[in-house]
């Protein structure tokens, strides 16, 4: 059974950072794209940045320079390092995983709250 859990979530003030998480089991083929997404409250679920086949990396405008995305293939592992962030990265940030065969699979979230 393919479980994808995300941690590291928490609340930091603006200008901190936070390390996101995302492990992957039971996944039985290769992983093509390992990304995140976050949903705002009131707002649509929108790509944060994704990592692909030969490491890749593709960032939305509004996080680039500030978070990093990496990979542990082995483990099929993820990471979304987030630094000086900003009110408005709060949202419940979510891992994608699309498989060779374009299958996907999302965890349930972790939470992020940037307030002083």
């Known amino acids: 059974q393919v479980q994808v859990a995300e941690s590291g979530g928490g609340l930091v003030q603006p200008g901190g950072s936070l390390r996101l998480s995302c492990a992957a089991s039971?996944?039985?083929?290769?992983?093509?794209?390992m990304g995140w997404y976050r949903q705002a409250p009131g707002n649509q679920r929108e790509w944060v940045a994704d990592?692909?086949?030969?490491?890749?990396?593709n960032y939305a405008e509004s996080v680039k320079g500030r978070f990093t995305i990496s990979r542990d293939n082995a483990n099929n592992t993820l990471w979304l390092q987030m630094n000086n962030l900003k009110p408005e990265d709060t949202a419940l940030y979510y891992c994608?995983?699309?498989?060779?065969?374009?299958?996907?699979?999302w965890g349930q979230g972790t939470q992020v709250t940037v307030s002083s």
């Open positions: 994608k995983i699309v498989s060779i065969w374009s299958k996907e699979y």
């Open positions: 039971g996944i039985m083929s290769a992983i093509r794209i």
């Open positions: 990592i692909r086949s030969g490491d890749t990396t």
